[in-house]
Nanobody
């Protein structure tokens, strides 16, 4: 199983980016998909998650600016980021979790994509 993240880049403050993360391989019944980020010298933190039923959760600092969505026909999760701020600068990682057929739990991470917001 591979999670391929894309869409990062350099943008000015106030700009927008859209991240995508596609899961490929033998992965089924993805329960929760999410985006996390890690800034230099800081711990990795949750940005947003979305359940199989479409329920989304966001960290407070991105509420109203970021929108997470998923397309289960493509095993893909998206993160639309608007009104970007310099403090959003980080490596963004995607994650996919769900049950195997034997009910054990899988937890896959993407390789990360760099987002840099200039002031």
């Amino acid at each position: 199983v591979q999670l391929q993240a894309s869409g990062g880049g350099l943008v000015q403050a106030g700009g927008s980016l859209r991240l995508s993360c596609a899961a490929s391989g033998s992965i089924f019944n993805i329960n929760r998909m999410g985006w996390y980020r890690q800034a230099p010298g800081k711990e990795r933190e949750l940005v947003a998650t979305i359940s199989s039923g479409g329920n989304a959760n966001y960290t407070d600092s991105v509420k109203g600016r970021f929108t997470i969505s998923r397309d289960d026909t493509k095993n893909t999760v998206y993160l639309q980021m608007n009104s970007l701020k310099p403090e959003d600068t980080a490596v963004y990682y995607c994650r996919a979790e769900g049950p195997y057929v034997d009910s054990s739990w899988y937890d896959y991470w993407g390789q990360g994509t760099q987002v840099t917001v200039s002031s």
